[in-house]
């Protein structure tokens, strides 16, 4: 018997976003008695080489090839199909940050093309969420004036794409301290000790003025004032 060679066609072109997936679907005819196996070429961010619509996610344009293959081994001549990646900005949303409570923090966005073709720079756009404690969302550098340790999420768009990065944000939380003295009233070179504590471990304690104190740091000091003296820790 003589088996009639298949067709082939590989489908429509395609366009993509950087880092999404993408289904081709090939279609083989030409003989009414045959089945048909497919190969894809080439083998690069394809989910399968053998199927009909394989899933492919290319990192750059990339044109697919394939070729029907019948039961019988006649082979069809190759057809192609162009997966074409749009511009797509890789969002960068800095280095996490650590600041004290009450304090701001500057925010430091960025975003690169890597594989796909730049977009001009009036057509890239940023959102950046939460916004409540944010001086702009559609900045790349905001001003974040954080209550509480939280990430804040950098959006970067042009067109169709758009891609998201986080940073996080530690605030160290505000120090609550007690501070106590074991008599507040001395007669002239008599001693006292002052003692401050708060919730948190870790905590390094300065003391001023250094005047008639035993130590300018620490939890305990002893005082022993030739005056009247206000002392304050921080």
């Known amino acids: 018997n003589v088996h009639t060679n298949p067709t ?7 366009e993509m976003c950087l880092g999404e997936d993408v289904m081709l679907d090939a279609q083989a005819g030409g003989d ?3 089945t048909y196996s497919y190969l894809w070429t080439p ?16 990192i750059m344009t990339t044109t697919y090839y ?31 940050i650590t600041i004290c409570y009450g304090n701001e ?16 720079p009036n057509d890239i756009f940023f959102d950046w969420t939460p ?6 969302t559609t900045i790349l550098d905001p001003i974040a004036h954080p209550l509480n340790s939280g990430y804040y999420h950098l959006t970067v768009y042009t067109g169709l794409c758009r891609t998201e990065d986080s940073v996080f944000v530690t605030v160290i939380p505000e ?10 009233t001395v007669c002239d070179g ?8 708060s919730a948190l471990t870790g905590v390094t304690y300065n003391w001023s003025p250094s005047t008639g104190l035993s130590s300018t740091t620490g939890e305990v000091v002893v005082a022993t004032p030739g005056s009247t003296t206000t002392y304050t820790v921080f």
Do not use: H
Request: proline residues 7%; hydrophobic residues 35%.
């Open 190 to 197: 008599t001693p006292s000790t002052l003692t401050v504590t």
């Open 175 to 184: 120090i609550a301290m007690q501070l106590e003295a074991d008599t507040a």
């Open 43 to 58: 083998d690069v961010n394809i989910s399968s080489q053998t199927v009909e619509d394989p899933t492919v996610n290319p």
């Open 66 to 96: 394939v070729q029907a293959i019948t039961n019988y081994g006649c082979e069809s001549p190759m057809d192609s199909v162009l997966v074409s990646l749009l511009s797509t900005p890789i969002a960068d949303a800095g280095d996490n």
């Open 8 to 14: 082939v066609d590989a489908g429509p072109d395609r």
């Open 131 to 136: 916004g409540g404690t944010l001086s702009s």
């Open 105 to 120: 923090a500057q925010l430091n966005g960025s975003y690169a093309f890597t594989t796909t073709d730049p977009a001009s």
């Open 32 to 34: 009414s008695t045959a």
